[in-house]
């Protein structure tokens, strides 16, 4: 019996002992302090804030928004300074906007972009203004989003030469960067993941549309395009002499001027037809991506020379002989590239003065953050229009 007594206490001494570890680790759980966002802890980090709505000029649909990344006024006014800033970079030098600079159509004017302690890379900066609508990044489309897009600059040796954990630790240094990135993500604990998010809702402002082609065709403004320009958008159209529209796709509501596909142009081929840029195949390993490359938008596109992923043709006027001429043969090149009928010289100079046409107006303010606030955004109970 008293044997008996003396397991029942033991057994209430363990469980009680139990219960009390229990407590106290619940309680220290409860009352620790959130682990921060790392690689190796991955939380998805959400915006906090005002909510924006970017409203889409004439011409161009409703802007693409991830779930997981709606644009709020502190995290849009974040990213713009993060693109602006050289800090990005390993040695303080190269910023998003060393490349794709809003002075020069959000190019570089450059053959090919030039990176950290003046190292050259082999494809010509891409404009960002409509990136917001690209269903792949990059000419060969290796980045999935506009998001992950800002990771491989960062890590490029030839471009930025930093690290993403190097960007996070000189972020987090930063008293006033901390204090952004508390009103915008609500944390301080400031990951790559918040940063390349925030740029990409900057970015997602930069839009071009309302030009002279979008008033004419959307607007209904019959004269807002000159007698050239409308030749020259018969000829953009007509399969027989320009054939733009198959790849720079004009819409009943709206046209991006890409099909946001791969196409082998036979920009880059050798006399053998084959290609030391591979193009979107390095990323596939599809035999018939060799040599293809994403179509650009031709919005803006007098402002963004040179052209092609190499920057190989100087002016639009080269442009327009490559295709004319049916592009450099080579086993890939796509079907739909073929010699075109004779253009005259009026016919030149019309196609030449609609592609002037497509300059459409950008938002203000989309410089360097000294300049104010990005427009053309506002929050989602304010509905305005985009700046005329």
Not at 63 to 72: K, Q, Y
Not at 312 to 318: C, F, I, N, R
Request: aromatic share 8%; charged share 20%.
């Amino acid at each position: 019996m008293r044997q008996g007594r003396l397991l029942a206490l033991l057994a209430l001494a363990v469980i009680g002992a139990g219960a009390a570890l229990y407590f106290t680790a619940e309680r220290q759980r409860q009352t620790a302090p959130a682990a921060p966002t790392t690689a190796t802890n991955p939380v998805p980090a959400l915006p906090i804030g005002q909510p924006i709505e970017i409203r889409a000029p004439l011409g161009l649909p409703p802007v693409p928004i991830p779930a997981d990344n709606p644009p709020t006024a502190e995290t849009i006014a974040l990213g713009r300074r993060l693109y602006y800033d050289p800090q990005l970079s390993v040695d303080g030098s190269v910023s998003c906007a060393t490349c794709h600079d809003p002075n020069r159509g959000f190019t570089d004017h450059e053959r090919v972009s030039s990176g950290v302690q003046g190292k050259k890379g082999t494809r010509n900066a891409s404009t960002v203004i409509d990136s917001a609508y690209s269903t792949t990044q990059f000419w060969d489309g290796r980045a999935p989003s506009l998001e992950r897009q800002a990771e491989g600059p960062v890590q490029n040796p030839v471009e930025m030469g930093h690290s993403l954990a190097g960007v996070e630790k000189r972020l987090r240094a930063d008293a006033s960067y901390r204090e952004a990135f508390r009103k915008a993500w609500g944390t301080d604990a400031i990951t790559f993941e918040m940063a390349e998010k925030s740029i990409a809702s900057f970015e997602r402002t930069v839009l071009s549309g309302d030009s002279p082609f979008d008033r004419y065709y959307y607007g209904g403004e019959k004269k807002a395009l000159t007698v050239s320009a409308q030749r020259g958008l018969k000829l953009f159209m007509d399969p027989k002499k320009g054939n733009c529209v198959v790849c720079h796709t004009i819409g009943e509501k709206y046209a991006l001027f890409t099909d946001n596909q791969f196409h082998n142009l036979g920009v880059g081929a050798d006399l053998e037809g084959k290609f030391t840029d591979t193009g979107r195949y390095a990323e596939t390993h599809n035999d018939a991506d060799m040599g293809a490359f994403k179509t650009p938008t031709l919005r803006n596109i007098a402002q963004t020379a040179p052209y092609m992923h190499d920057g190989t043709l100087k002016t639009l006027g080269e442009v327009m002989d490559h295709y004319i001429g049916g592009g450099n043969s080579n086993p890939h090149l796509d079907k739909e590239i073929h010699a075109l009928g004779f253009l005259t010289g009026q016919e030149r100079r019309d196609l030449l003065e609609f592609l002037s046409s497509l300059t459409g107006k950008l938002p203000p303010n989309v410089g360097p953050p000294a300049l104010g606030p990005p427009a053309g955004v506002q929050p989602l109970a304010e509905k305005t229009e985009h700046p005329k």
